[in-house]
């Protein structure tokens, strides 16, 4: 059973739309996270949940919006979608805040 | 705010040609600090974490170690297998300490 699931794995789309990439988790983890991997292959930090709350979140356009419906899900819309918005997108979970993150397979977005 | 820097940027090893790999961080307080392995086209794979200066983790042919400033991935006598992109990760214990923050990775490869 795939631990942290995304779906889907490819995202192609025309500047303006809006789109979601689903997150699921069965590892009864209680933190999930989204981060943006760049084409320089630089990770970094977009938002987390913890208990159903956002905790952080980071100089993200307010165009990205997370959404958790439970503690397993952690889902990500972003609206009037830019070319600059082209990356994967990672999601991954962790028990409490001090442990190794658990990654998905990421999403590859491409905005044309 | 926390500041990863990995060196090399890229390493080609012969099959079998021991070396390492760095990790300089700055933190506020360090809750721990985490190596990552991620191949082509998938999420970054969890390998070690470290929590204080002296601490040393192994698997298999990998090594990671700790000081106060940096962190080194031993790689002994290495495989083709063992070719990858490995990221270095700091946990703080500062404002956003849900967060991991990552390096730009050292890209791995192994020649037989």
């Known amino acids: 059973d795939t631990a942290v699931s995304q779906t889907p794995k490819y995202l192609v789309t025309q500047m303006g739309n809006d789109k979601s990439i689903k997150c699921e988790q069965n590892?009864?983890?209680?933190?999930m996270y989204w981060y943006k991997q760049d084409s320089k292959k630089f990770l970094k930090i977009m938002f987390s949940y913890n208990n159903k709350e956002l905790i952080i979140n980071e100089t993200v356009p307010n165009r990205f919006s997370p959404k958790s419906p439970d503690k397993a899900h952690l889902n990500l819309h972003i609206n009037s979608l830019e070319l600059g918005d082209s990356a994967v997108y990672f999601c991954?979970?962790?028990?409490?805040?001090?442990?190794?993150?658990?990654f998905g397979s990421g999403t590859r977005l491409t905005v044309v | 705010e926390d500041q990863v820097t990995q060196s090399p940027e890229a390493l080609r090893l012969q099959e079998g040609e021991s070396s390492s790999l760095n990790c300089s961080y700055t933190?506020?307080?360090?809750?721990?600090l985490f190596w990552y392995r991620q191949d082509p086209g998938k999420g970054p794979e969890f390998l070690f974490t470290l929590y204080s200066a002296g601490e040393e983790k192994e698997k298999e042919r990998l090594k990671a170690t700790l000081t106060k400033k940096e962190s080194f991935l031993h790689i002994t006598a290495p495989k083709p297998e063992d070719s990858a992109t490995y990221l270095c990760?700091?946990?703080?214990?500062?404002?956003?300490?849900?967060?991991?923050?990552f390096g730009k990775g050292t890209k791995l490869s192994v020649i037989p």
């Open positions: 991954a979970s962790s028990q409490g805040n001090n442990y190794g993150y658990t």
């Open positions: 590892l009864g983890h209680d933190t």
């Open positions: 933190v506020s307080g360090l809750r721990g």
């Open positions: 990760a700091v946990q703080g214990t500062g404002a956003g300490s849900y967060q991991l923050t």
